[in-house]
């Protein structure tokens, strides 16, 4: 059976739109194959992650990190799990080379925003010889987070999703291409909410 | 903006620098009216000092 582990790293607890996608993914990893653990990463981490928590990360044959997009980059609670696992496992000679998948979202209508991330994530897993494998890359994470739960409309995460299963299923080592989905509300319409949004934040904050 | 680390590689380096100067100003890492006026460097050691400063000269 194979060690599958999600790092979910928003803090938004149950309103995120990461544990949407994270849960998606996890309901489409049949129990009988897969043994799956969940870590969330904390707020202001001020002690470093537990040994056992990170001994999860570092048995597991495929990790899976599903996280919003922060200023172009990585937010520092998630930053703080990666240094520690870093720390733990760099040197140590039975770290296993385990399949690295990043499920990211943002608020920008464009995934390809998250380039510089990909670079990042992928020298990550260069510096501890992990197997970096693939990105999904979701633009209007809110309606990419609705549109996942609806049927017909979902074509697009669900293909990219199950691409993730099956590259763990088959132990793929072929290099495959990134997913990037637009939201399926377009853009236009995406900015003039965020315009219309950002007015009326700036209206309550006058008001105060 | 002045980055460092000393056991950097060339790709990390160039990852830095373009995620940095790229994003500047969407990503809040300085003010957008601002982001013209900004470069980065990144330096391993103590060594690239001088040449940073050469260069941090031609914005003041």
Redesign the interface.
């Known amino acids: 059976m194979k060690n599958i582990c999600f790092i979910n790293g928003s803090l938004r607890g149950k309103k995120a739109s990461s544990l949407v996608f994270l849960n998606c993914i996890s309901s489409m990893l049949a129990e009988a194959e897969f043994n799956t653990d969940i870590i969330n990463v904390r707020v202001k981490a001020k002690e470093r992650y537990s040994e056992e928590l990170l001994k999860t990360i570092s048995r597991a044959d495929a990790i899976i990190m599903v996280y919003p997009l922060f200023?172009?980059?990585i937010r520092g609670s998630l930053m703080r799990l990666l240094e520690d696992f870093y720390l733990y496992a760099k040197g140590k000679a039975n770290n296993k080379a385990a399949m690295v998948y990043i499920v990211v979202n943002c608020g920008f209508p464009r995934p390809e925003?998250m380039g510089?991330?990909i670079?990042?994530m992928k020298?990550f897993c260069?510096r501890l010889l992990l197997n970096w494998r693939f990105a999904i890359c979701m633009g209007g994470g809110p309606v990419a987070a609705m549109t996942v739960k609806t049927p017909l409309l979902n074509i697009k995460y669900r293909k990219a999703f199950s691409a993730i299963v099956a590259d763990i299923r088959h132990g793929d080592t072929m290099q495959k291409d990134d997913y990037f989905i637009k939201p399926i509300i377009p853009e236009p319409i995406m900015l003039w909410i965020k315009a219309q949004y950002e007015k009326k934040m700036q209206t309550a904050a006058a008001r105060e | 903006m002045i980055g460092y680390g000393n056991d950097i590689d060339e790709e990390e380096k160039s990852t830095f620098i373009d995620l940095t100067r790229k994003h500047l100003g969407e990503a809040d890492i300085v003010h957008p009216d601002f982001d013209k006026q900004v470069d980065v460097y990144l330096t391993t050691c103590s060594q690239d000092s001088e040449a940073i400063c050469e260069a941090f000269k031609k914005h003041v």
Do not use: A, D, K, S
Request: hydrophobic content about 30%; some cysteine; glycine content about 10%.
């Open positions: 200023t172009c980059g925003i510089e991330l670079r990042v020298n260069r």
